[in-house]
């Protein structure tokens, strides 16, 4: 059931998730501010959860019938889920389950000497989400109107909209420069470095539907001069980073996604990168880190609130984010395979 906002705007209507919210939080000293940045941050690490050839938005009820997803986040999430089976069900690998949304991707495989694949499966994702504060002048200078996520919304961005960036890493020092393809970041990527790859949401917001046929249309990119008159509402852009760390025995050189022979049969070895959002925040919370990480100018990290209070790291999310660099047997597609 959607309902409409006094802005005009529609959502889905607010889904009780039974939680005792209080018991997630814990105390935090206020974040900092984000100057000289001009946008509010709120950021959180995710460990991964399972893996699935399931697609809740593209194939609905169809399970098994999509390619190798990564799923990180809410670890119920299947080919079923709803809005309302997202908020009342499934613990979070996103710091805890205040934050029920489900995220996911193609996973990395690699080929072995043998011929055998296996998932590569990343340490985790970093998701972080900016927009300048709603009292910022620019937006009335450029007729955009700042809004809050909205309940329920869905949508696909990446490849082919926006290409995603791959850089290598060696600890908190760049190894390279962001590429533009997988294999220029892999070439001087060793063992025990890591490739980082990256990709931004769109921001702007046809302010009237949750998902569109092709899942992408009812969001867009902005530019210098806001975003387009077609979808005025701004919501915070929302960057999905993953890290994968290269192993003793590793062939990075075969390293694809399970989606890059559907969609890039042609193109370089993870051109294809995209991510899949499902929104199911806590309302009190993304009210929250709204009001005070992104509306205040502030830069809160680790699941700060940005308010005095933090989402508390759960026991499945430490559990998770301990198994570094794990390489596991490509599921079969018959069978749901989770690892944890």
């Known amino acids: 059931a959607l309902v409409t906002n006094p802005d005009g705007t529609v959502e889905a209507q607010m889904v009780a998730s039974g939680l005792d919210v209080p018991s997630f939080l814990g105390p935090m000293?206020?974040?900092?501010?984000?100057?000289?940045?001009?946008?509010?941050a709120f950021r959180f690490l995710c460990a991964p959860s399972h893996y699935l050839y399931d697609d809740p938005i593209v194939m609905p009820g169809r399970p098994g019938e999509s390619h190798l997803h990564h799923f990180f986040g809410n670890t119920g999430a299947n080919s079923?889920?709803?809005?309302?089976?997202?908020?009342?069900?499934?613990?979070?690998?996103?710091?805890?389950?205040?934050?029920?949304?489900?995220?996911?991707?193609?996973?990395?495989?690699?080929?072995?000497?043998?011929?055998?694949?296996?998932?590569?499966?990343?340490?985790?994702?970093?998701?972080?989400?900016?927009?300048?504060?709603?009292?910022?002048?620019?937006?009335?200078?450029?007729?955009?109107?700042p809004v809050d996520?909205?309940?329920?919304?869905?949508?696909?961005?990446?490849?082919?909209?926006?290409?995603?960036?791959?850089?290598?890493?060696?600890?908190?020092?760049?190894?390279?420069?962001?590429?533009?393809?997988?294999?220029?970041?892999?070439?001087?990527?060793?063992?025990?470095?890591?490739?980082?790859?990256?990709?931004?949401?769109?921001?702007?917001?046809?302010?009237k539907n949750l998902?569109?046929?092709?899942?992408?249309?009812?969001?867009?990119?902005?530019?210098?001069?806001?975003?387009?008159?077609?979808?005025?509402?701004?919501i915070p852009v929302y960057t999905n980073q993953s890290i994968y760390t290269i192993k003793e025995g590793d062939r990075p050189a075969t390293w694809h996604l399970a989606s890059d022979h559907v969609m890039t049969p042609d193109g370089p070895r993870g051109q294809s990168f995209h991510t899949d959002y499902f929104m199911g925040w806590e309302d009190t919370i993304l009210d929250r880190w709204m009001a005070a990480c992104i509306d205040k100018l502030l830069s809160?990290?680790?699941?700060?609130?940005?308010?005095?209070?933090?989402?508390?790291?759960g026991a499945l999310y430490q559990e998770l984010m301990a198994k570094k660099a794990q390489r596991l047997p490509v599921p079969e597609r018959t069978a749901a395979m989770a690892h944890h």
């Open 80 to 145: 079923n889920s709803t809005y309302e089976s997202l908020r009342t069900s499934g613990d979070s690998t996103c710091n805890n389950a205040l934050n029920r949304s489900a995220y996911w991707q193609p996973a990395m495989l690699q080929t072995l000497a043998d011929g055998t694949q296996q998932v590569v499966v990343p340490d985790y994702n970093n998701i972080y989400y900016k927009r300048r504060p709603a009292n910022d002048p620019w937006f009335v200078e450029k007729g955009d109107i």
């Open 300 to 313: 809160c990290s680790s699941g700060d609130l940005g308010d005095g209070q933090i989402m508390m790291q």
């Open 149 to 207: 996520v909205p309940r329920g919304l869905k949508f696909i961005f990446g490849w082919p909209d926006k290409a995603p960036l791959f850089k290598c890493i060696n600890g908190s020092r760049n190894v390279t420069d962001w590429m533009e393809t997988m294999e220029e970041a892999l070439a001087p990527c060793t063992v025990g470095m890591q490739l980082d790859i990256s990709v931004q949401s769109p921001y702007c917001w046809d302010g």
């Open 29 to 40: 000293r206020l974040a900092g501010s984000g100057k000289p940045d001009v946008v509010g």
């Open 211 to 234: 998902d569109s046929p092709d899942h992408r249309s009812h969001m867009s990119y902005g530019g210098s001069a806001g975003c387009p008159d077609t979808h005025p509402y701004h």
